[in-house]
Structure formats: C-alpha cells, structure tokens
Nanobody
Framework: EVQLVESGGGSVQAGGSLRLSCTASGFTFEDYTIGWFRQAPGKEREGVSCIDMRDRSTYYTDSVKGRFAISSDNAKNTVYLQMNSLNSEDTAVYYC???????????????????WGRGTQVTVSS
C-alpha cells in the first residue's frame, strides 16, 4: 500500500520554526520527486519546495527562499521541510506529494502528484 504520511505541523508564533516530515512507503522513493505543497483557505494550491530524489535537485518558491530548507533521509524514506522565520503568510495546510515528473514541475500546474498525503496544518500567529 502506498502511503505518504506528514507530521510536524502545529501552531507557532511569527518568527518561529517548525520541521515537517513526510515518510513514504509502498513505492521506490529514489525514483520520484517529493514535494511540499500548501493551500490556504480561499487560495490556490502552491508548490513550496521539491526535491528530485534522482539527482537531489531542489526547488523553492520565491516567498520561502532563504527561510525553508528541504532535505531527505533515504534510509528512512523521509523528506523534511525545515521552516524558519515563519510568518502569517505561511499559514496553510501542507501536503506532501510524490511524482515521477522532474523537480521543475513543482512550480507550475503540471504537477499532478502520483501520490498525496493527507496534509498537516501549520498556523502562524502574529
């Protein structure tokens, strides 16, 4: 059974940090791009950051560059998203997704997502 399980969300004050984890099972982790997407109420889904496990190429949307860092632990089939200097604009449900498309699909509408997690809520209060 394919699963993507997110954890690490929560409530934090502006300026704080959180680390999200996405643990995968049921498919070959190293053959996919793993991405973090978020959706706030009334807004479209946004690609936040992705890592292509085939060559470790990464993508960050402009608003998180310098604040967020994506990393992976192949031994644990887990991708992390370290989020620092959080602000209210980062409040959203964060989803982990896996797709065989390359990392640059993370930024646009071409990301279909072969697999999706259920999401974890991140709330940043000012």
């Amino acid at each position: 059974e394919v699963q993507l399980v997110e954890s690490g969300g929560g409530s934090v004050q502006a300026g704080g940090s959180l680390r999200l984890s996405c643990t995968a099972s049921g498919f070959t982790f190293e053959d996919y791009t793993i991405g973090w997407f978020r959706q706030a109420p009334g807004k479209e889904r946004e690609g936040v950051s992705c890592i292509d496990m085939r060559d470790r190429s990464t993508y960050y949307t402009d608003s998180v560059k310098g604040r967020f860092a994506i990393s992976s632990d192949n031994a644990k089939n887990t991708v992390y998203l370290q989020m620092n200097s959080l602000n209210s604009e980062d409040t959203a449900v964060y989803y982990c997704s896996a797709d065989t498309r390359p990392w640059w699909y993370c930024s646009g509408y071409g990301w279909a997502g072969d697999y999706w997690g259920r999401g974890t809520q991140v709330t940043v209060s000012s």
